[in-house]
């Protein structure tokens, strides 16, 4: 079934995505940043935008909803959970639920940690996740509400997808990630050619995002605390993988 995924710079380091069907026609936007943006590129392609999905309450990622909504009419989705604090929903989804859309499964995905109650849509038709700020590329979101168990839950859960899945996370913070990386596994192959990619694509002015789930399990330390050399540079040959996970984090948030 073929999708065609389009990422948007909103903001300063925002990024918001467009995922639309060329069978049906059907397109979706995944969190708006800002509206501007996401309307030029709908123009730009003459796509009529006919879902919001939103994937967590801060105001860098549903700031422009309303405007959209009023601009295009289109259904807004979110987090049953969090409904609460996010812009009035049109449909409440839940943790494991699949619903559809263009004829194609969304899962949604209870990635809490940066948030509670954030979520992710994974649509396996198109290969690709939207994790805003779970899964980053060469990173992980602060932990503003959740715990590092959460988190590593989280993390684990999308690390179970298909290594070809493409991995659409929402800012642009590829670069200081990152440098961050280097400090866990300095002499790690993969890492060092994808930070000279990264640097190659940012003199361009080309964004590094999205990124693919082999990519991140390869080179992402937060994905990788559970594997016996990164504890081992660490110290901490004998913790639990969550815990490691947290040690990490612990230093990113100080790095």
């Given amino acids: 079934m073929p999708f065609e995924i389009v990422t948007i710079p909103c903001l300063q380091d925002n990024y918001a995505f467009l995922l639309h069907s ?24 003459g796509w ?34 969090d409904a609460h604090r996010l812009p009035p929903l049109n449909h409440a989804v839940k943790d494991g639920e699949t619903y559809r859309f263009a ?31 779970s899964l980053m590329a060469l990173g992980c979101g602060r932990l503003f509400e959740g715990t590092p168990d959460q988190m590593w839950n989280s993390l684990s859960k999308l690390a179970a997808l298909p290594p070809g899945t493409i991995v659409c996370s ?11 990386a280097l400090t866990i ?27 693919t789930l082999a990519n991140e399990l390869a080179t992402n330390p937060f994905l ?4 016996p050399n990164v504890k081992a540079a660490l110290n901490m040959k004998d913790a639990a993988d ?14």
């Fill in 103 to 133: 004829g194609a499964g969304v899962q949604v995905l209870d990635v809490s940690g940066h948030t509670v109650g954030h979520i992710a849509y994974y649509v396996a038709d198109a290969g690709a996740v939207f994790t805003a700020d």
């Fill in 48 to 81: 009529q935008l006919s879902e919001i999905w939103i994937t967590h309450h801060h105001w860098d990622h549903v700031d422009g909803v309303a405007d959209l909504k009023d601009a295009t009419g289109a259904k807004v989705i979110g987090a049953a959970s």
């Fill in 170 to 180: 929402g800012h642009e913070y590829t670069a200081n990630n990152a440098k961050f």
């Fill in 224 to 227: 990788r605390a559970h594997l």
């Fill in 185 to 211: 596994e300095s002499d790690n192959p993969a890492l060092i050619s994808r930070v000279g990619a990264i640097e190659t694509a940012r003199a361009a002015g080309q964004p590094t995002v999205p990124s």
């Fill in 22 to 45: 060329t069978e049906s026609g059907e397109t979706a936007v995944i969190d708006v940043p800002e509206a501007g943006p996401i309307l030029a590129a709908l123009s730009e392609r």
């Fill in 242 to 255: 969550a815990e490691v996970f947290g040690e990490i984090r612990r230093r990113k948030d100080a790095f």
